[in-house]
Nanobody
Framework: QVQLVESGGGLVQAGGSLRLSCAASGRPFRRNAMGWFRQAPGKEREFVASIIWSINIAKYADPVKNRFTISRDNAKTTVFLQMNSLKPEDTAVYYC???????????????????WGQGTQVTVSS
């Protein structure tokens, strides 16, 4: 079984920063990509960022470009999300996800990711 465990969420004022971490454990799996999604109350889960593990290429959703940075530590099988210049609209539960089978592109669809963490709350106050 593959487990993804997020950490680093919390409450921050607008303009502040947070760094999320996601550690993978359990059985070995073919890690094509790892990404972050978020879900605000009453809204659908939406793509935030993803990184192709082997070539370190990343993709970002437009609302977070130039504010968020996804990175990975290959040795520790951990993916990070550095979030700067946070806005109240960034408030959501943030989920880590892992894609095992390549779809040929960096997928933004939740259904393309096979494994999920339990989520970590990020709250940005105005």
């Amino acid at each position: 079984q593959v487990q993804l465990v997020e950490s680093g969420g919390g409450l921050v004022q607008a303009g502040g920063s947070l760094r999320l971490s996601c550690a993978a454990s359990g059985r070995p799996f073919r890690r094509n990509a790892m990404g972050w999604f978020r879900q605000a109350p009453g809204k659908e889960r939406e793509f935030v960022a993803s990184i192709i593990w082997s070539i370190n290429i990343a993709k970002y959703a437009d609302p977070v470009k130039n504010r968020f940075t996804i990175s990975r530590d290959n040795a520790k099988t951990t993916v990070f999300l550095q979030m700067n210049s946070l806005k109240p609209e960034d408030t959501a539960v943030y989920y880590c996800a892992a894609e095992e089978e390549s779809k040929g592109v960096i997928s933004t669809r939740p259904d393309d990711y096979e494994y999920w963490g339990q989520g970590t709350q990020v709250t940005v106050s105005s």
